[in-house]
């Protein structure tokens, strides 16, 4: 039989088979593409039958395969499994956490010792914190974290531990757009690490507070902490976090205007900034566009612009669709192209519209009527570009 799950099994999931159970639940911890999104239309389903049908293959399953495992190994076991759904599956990263703290709170301090007992709990209310704030439940992350803090009192001292938490915490200040927080948090994590010996972790947290530097508008300050983050870091360790940590250095240096500092560091760092699959070459190719627009470069300018938008439009991300028809409507109005321009901020204004953005929706609309009566300048238009760009970096930038 096949690994995938069928619809007709999610069905009647009370019915499968233990063994089938336990194989369908690693397929899809695995990361089964297809067969997560067929579980989570079921989750979604507006038929409550289907949806506690598709709970119970996770909850029966989980527990099935997770059988063998007892007390702190099932705990640790829980919280990486947990944490490998991040990305995919938002709410089963919540159910697998929440497994891990009541599998913390029956731990028994006699038999593995009250500290380590209290560390199991403490990380398994971080974990179930930082799952609560990936699904968007801040208050709910709020009360998580203050349980993990208030059991890492009672724990070992462990500095990795304690680095962890702080990192996660630092998150939840980054999501709440509480930037001197978050940067408390990682100056905390970056001197834990240290510590430790850890200079690569050390580096990474430099790297996050670099990019929430950013968010709250010091550009200048996020390039010299990114700078020395990346000094720091192990490619070979975490080739992603290089990667990401190399665009944005170059998205920095375009925010400030060294357009011609940009395209020297992408030309140096090409080959590890392009790492990361389509998506990520579709936003280099941005930064592309981008660097020859601020370089005067518009010919060449249009052309990735072009490439970008039909990228993304394949992978029905429409407000990056409409931030690059508005990048187009520079170039062409730099070229006294008025009608290209028109044309192309109209279909932006439709696509903001239709997204339900009513801020940026109305900052646009500013542009498309301007156009429209003849008044609109390359400078007005810029502004009103950089001014969303902005906001959809940080959405608490002011748009007037």
């Known amino acids: 039989m096949s690994a995938h799950v ?6 009647a999931a009370e019915r499968m088979p233990p063994e089938r159970k336990r194989e369908v639940f690693a397929h899809l911890l695995r ?17 409550p039958l289907q949806r506690m049908l598709v709970q119970f293959l996770w909850h029966s399953a989980a ?3 997770l059988a063998p495992l007892k007390g702190l190994p099932l705990c640790r076991a829980l919280l990486e499994r947990s944490w490998g759904l991040r990305h995919d599956d938002p709410q089963g990263m919540i159910f697998l956490a929440e497994l891990a703290v009541k599998t913390a709170a029956g731990l028994d301090p006699a038999r593995d010792g009250a500290p380590a007992v209290a560390d199991a709990r403490a990380q398994a209310w971080g974990e179930l914190a930082n799952a609560y704030r990936v699904r968007d439940d801040l208050i709910e992350a709020e009360r998580a974290f203050h349980k993990a803090f208030r059991f890492l009192e009672e724990g070992t001292g462990d500095a990795a531990l304690q680095a962890r ?3 996660l915490q630092a998150s939840f200040f980054g999501t709440r757009r509480q930037f001197l927080l978050a940067f408390t948090e990682l100056d905390m994590v970056h001197t834990l690490h240290l510590q430790r010996g850890d200079e690569h972790l050390a580096g990474r947290a430099l790297i996050t507070k670099a990019l929430y530097a950013f968010y709250a508008g010091q550009t200048e300050q996020a390039l010299a902490i990114n700078r020395e983050g990346l000094s720091m870091i192990d490619g070979s360790r975490d080739p992603a976090l290089v990667s990401n940590a190399l665009h944005n250095q170059i998205l920095f240096l375009i925010h400030e205007g060294h357009c011609l500092k940009a395209r020297k560091f992408l030309f140096g760092n090409r080959i590890q900034v392009l790492k990361g699959g389509r998506i990520n070459e579709l936003k280099v190719r941005w930064l592309e566009g981008r660097i ?3 370089l005067g470069d518009l010919p060449e300018a249009e052309t990735a612009f072009q490439e970008v938008r039909a990228g993304f439009e394949t992978t029905d991300n429409g407000f990056a ?15 006294g192209q008025i009608g290209k ?3 192309v901020v109209a279909q932006a204004t439709k696509v903001f519209y239709a997204l339900r953005v009513p801020e940026v929706y109305s900052t646009v609309v500013i542009l498309r009527d301007a156009l429209r009566l003849g008044k609109a300048t390359v400078e007005l238009a810029e502004d009103i570009v950089d001014k969303i760009r902005r906001w959809q970096i940080n ?6």
């Open 395 to 400: 959405p608490e930038t002011p748009l007037e």
């Open 6 to 11: 069928t619809p007709e099994e999610l069905r």
């Open 321 to 335: 669709v409409a931030l690059c028809l508005l990048d187009l409507s520079l170039v062409w109005l730099r070229q």
């Open 63 to 65: 527990l099935a395969a």
């Open 292 to 294: 020859s627009y601020g």
């Open 165 to 167: 938490l702080h990192d």
């Open 31 to 47: 990361g089964c593409p297809e067969c997560r999104a067929r579980t989570q239309e079921l989750m979604g389903s507006p038929d």
């Open 341 to 343: 321009a028109r044309k």
